[in-house]
């Protein structure tokens, strides 16, 4: 039986995949290999794999918010186990293009939800966000807060995409874990994310773009230290007891936290980067983006006390090693 990786191909789903790998699990993975950023990365991240894993690896370009060919695609391979991460990401392109977010998120969710109905698998686990939990004041950020009020289509759809999970765990006794990432750097990274066009314009001697006067905070959380929570998760589904779970279900559903549990301010992270670089940013300051808010920061108690999930990367560590590898992939002095 194989593990089945959403969005194997995009940042996240690639790391997870090659986790899993390290480790001795068989892995599908499935992505839709869209144009939102460089088809040519996603193409690299795949190959990666399949060079440095070899047969345990087996990627399929499969549209998951096509229900029959993710159905028609998958009927032949066993699976028993789902880390569910593809998805339309962006808050600034969701207010661009919000059918898309639906497609891929709701649409989407749906179909991953029914597949793993029919083939009855053990687990479950899926990528939320930290965007549900708006223009929260409450900080950090707890699974407990009310989440009713997103500021963004995308925040929109992850809300959503709990709600189903809930339904699903409720009537069909679906074992599920949702994820709320945080903000999320690292080797192999989104050119979307601030931390990818930073580096990008510092090494081209271009301005970059500070949103807010600077004035925000981020919780800045490495790649490897998201996949250990990814697979503590994905490795201990919750129980179908009837106890209230994390998020508050009582069905075999939980949400979690993943983050760093710090809140860097972003010119902090800026004065890290350039340190990195070894050259300093042209900074210009524009107005806050619609969508957008002020500061993340994630509560790790639920995560802490169910699994032990520990961060350990600060960013004076994150960030240096994004840097080498930024370095090396675009082939730079």
């Not at 088809?39 to 370009?61: M, N, Q, S, Y």
């Amino acid at each position: 039986m194989a593990i089945l990786v959403t969005g194997a191909a995009g940042f996240i789903g690639y790391h997870v995949a090659d986790r899993l790998l390290a480790r001795g699990e068989t892995i599908i993975g499935i992505d839709n290999l869209n144009d939102y950023y460089s088809v040519a990365l996603k193409r690299d991240r795949i190959e990666d794999l399949a060079t440095r894993r070899g047969d345990a690896f087996r990627f399929l370009p499969i549209d998951f918010s096509d229900h029959e060919a993710l159905d028609r695609g998958l009927d032949e391979h066993g699976i028993d186990r789902i880390v569910h991460l593809g998805a339309q990401a962006g808050v600034r392109y969701s207010i661009e293009n919000p059918r898309a977010y639906v497609q891929a998120n709701v649409v989407g969710h749906l179909n991953i939800l029914e597949f793993a109905r029919h083939r009855g698998v053990a687990h479950l686990a899926y990528a939320s966000s930290s965007s549900v939990y708006g223009g929260n004041t409450s900080l950090p950020f707890r699974v407990e807060d009310r989440v009713d009020h997103p500021v963004s289509l995308y925040a929109a759809t992850k809300k959503a995409d709990e709600l189903m999970s809930e339904t699903y765990a409720h009537l069909y006794r679906l074992p599920q874990t949702g994820l709320r990432f945080f903000t999320v750097y690292g080797p192999w990274g989104r050119p979307d994310m601030a931390l990818w066009l930073f580096a990008k314009a510092i090494f081209a001697g271009e301005p970059i773009r500070v949103f807010n006067d600077g004035a925000m905070r981020r919780d800045f959380t490495y790649i490897d230290d998201i996949v250990s929570g990814i697979l503590a998760c994905l490795d201990n589904p919750p129980p179908d007891n009837g106890a209230e779970k994390a998020g508050g279900s009582h069905a075999p559903h939980r949400l979690y936290n993943i983050g760093n549990n710090t809140s860097v301010p972003l010119l902090r992270m800026i004065d890290v980067l350039e340190e990195a670089c070894g050259r300093p940013a042209i900074r210009r300051s524009e107005p806050m983006q619609p969508g957008d808010v002020r500061e993340t920061y994630a509560d790790l108690g639920a995560i802490a006390r169910d699994l032990g999930y520990v961060p350990t990367t600060p960013i004076e560590v994150g960030i240096p090693a994004f840097v080498r590898w930024f370095k090396a992939y675009h082939r730079l002095g």
